[in-house]
């Protein structure tokens, strides 16, 4: 498949859809800018949440009006229902229509492994050519017999800060993002033990510009947390991360080890005594810090945003319209480069991560669990939402009565 002409992007202008919380997140504008620098000047935004929280009509009208001016064969969709909204996002009837006059639609997901992301995703199996997923392959994995997805890296496009440019505060340490408890536990954890944190960012609230958020991560370490309700993720932050030739310390978790070389191109912990005492050690061999921040920053380059679109455009030309539905793995062949020298401890989780028959079981029975809790979640969630419909239906039909 071909683009040629214009590429329509959907995303909310708004934070959660609403005008009040301010501009919308980091998630949303780190894909407008993937978008426009592999399209080019041929990408037309729409944003739903400009037409209020309790309609989508005059909202479908509006795309389909643009899609058809433009002349658009592509729709591009972050999609995501507004806080408290009384509408979807776009419609599932326009949806059906915007199918059936042969334009294509990708949705991109970075939340699958939240049940309602995935109830939502699965909600448009029928009006939705791709969906374009990241954070967890093993859910990605999960949901690969129901939808046509593909497992991708969240594509960075800004340049390293200048040198020129850096934060001058004096801290070799730096987090950005929200600061939610566990995470202000970590943090307050160093501070208290002599670790200057340079902390900022976060969502919903009063946001930094896009220049503002890589000067917060563009210190020679950054902090980086997997935990998301049980199951660990890569998120965009890691990525961002290494774009700017920071070192990553990245939370213990299997899904960034799929990307990138543990103890080669970043280093992970798993409490806060390792995270502490990896500080410490770096600090005190800042050649280290550059030899992996470097290895890091040179794998990063590897996901290259236009390999992904062209990925993309490769799948919705040869596979959109087939009856089978399968997963594209887009993640790179990990190539083991040479072992940096680390201290005796590091070395010894390093190999236990590596190839412990025990873990690979832990981590088998973990992985069964989690996956069979999911299941019995979604099934309590559908029955409660099936017994609250059932009794709506009642009190309408007894209300004459």
């Not at 509006?62 to 591009?76: D, F």
């Not at 280290?288 to 062209?310: M, P, V």
């Not at 996956?371 to 409660?384: E, H, I, N, P």
Request: one cysteine or more; aromatic letters at 10%; a positive charge.
């Amino acid at each position: 498949m071909i683009i040629d002409g214009p590429v329509v992007f959907a995303f909310n202008l708004f934070y959660q859809g609403r005008e009040e919380l301010g501009a919308t997140s980091s998630w949303e504008r780190t894909w407008l800018g993937s978008i426009k620098n592999f399209f080019g000047d041929e990408v037309k935004i729409f944003n739903p949440d400009i037409f209020g929280p309790n309609s989508s009509s005059e909202s479908d009208s509006a795309l389909i009006s643009l899609l058809n001016e433009s002349g658009a064969r592509l729709l591009l969709m972050v999609f995501h229902n507004g806080l408290d909204w009384k509408r979807s996002f776009i419609s599932d009837k326009a949806l059906r229509h915007i199918r059936k006059t042969g334009v294509r639609t990708v949705a991109i997901w970075g939340d699958l492994q939240i049940s309602a992301q995935r109830s939502l995703a699965l909600s448009l199996r029928d009006t939705v050519d791709l969906n374009l997923a990241t954070a967890s392959e093993s859910v990605v994995a999960r949901l690969s017999r129901d939808l046509p997805l593909m497992y991708c890296w969240v594509p960075i496009v800004d340049s390293p800060i200048q040198s020129s440019d850096l934060c001058n505060c004096g801290a070799q340490v730096s987090y950005a993002g929200s600061i939610r408890r566990n995470r202000l536990d970590t943090v307050r954890y160093l501070e208290k033990r002599g670790i200057d944190v340079h902390v900022g960012g976060g969502e919903g609230g009063k946001s930094l510009s896009r220049h503002e958020f890589l000067k917060v991560l563009a210190h020679p370490m950054t902090l980086s947390f997997t935990n998301h309700r049980g199951e660990k993720v890569v998120n965009a932050r890691a990525f961002e991360a290494l774009g700017q030739r920071s070192l990553l310390l990245e939370e213990w978790g299997r899904e960034t080890a799929k990307w990138f070389v543990p103890f080669v191109e970043y280093v992970p912990w798993r409490r806060e005594s390792d995270l502490l005492a990896q500080i410490l050690w770096l600090r005190e061999n800042p050649s280290t810090i550059n030899t992996i921040a470097g290895a890091g920053f040179e794998a990063r380059k590897r996901l290259s945003n236009e390999r992904l679109w062209s990925g993309v455009i490769n799948y919705l030309g040869n596979e959109v319209g087939k009856v089978d539905k399968k997963v594209i793995y887009s993640r790179q062949d990990i190539q083991w480069g040479p072992y940096i020298p680390l201290p005796k401890r590091w070395e010894m989780f390093a190999n236990r991560m590596a190839g412990s028959s025990k873990l690979t079981l832990a981590w088998l029975v973990r992985g069964r669990t989690f996956a069979a809790a999911t299941w019995f979640s979604d099934r309590v969630v559908y029955g409660m939402r099936l017994v609250s419909k059932t009794i709506g239906s009642l009190r309408r039909w007894l209300k004459p009565w």
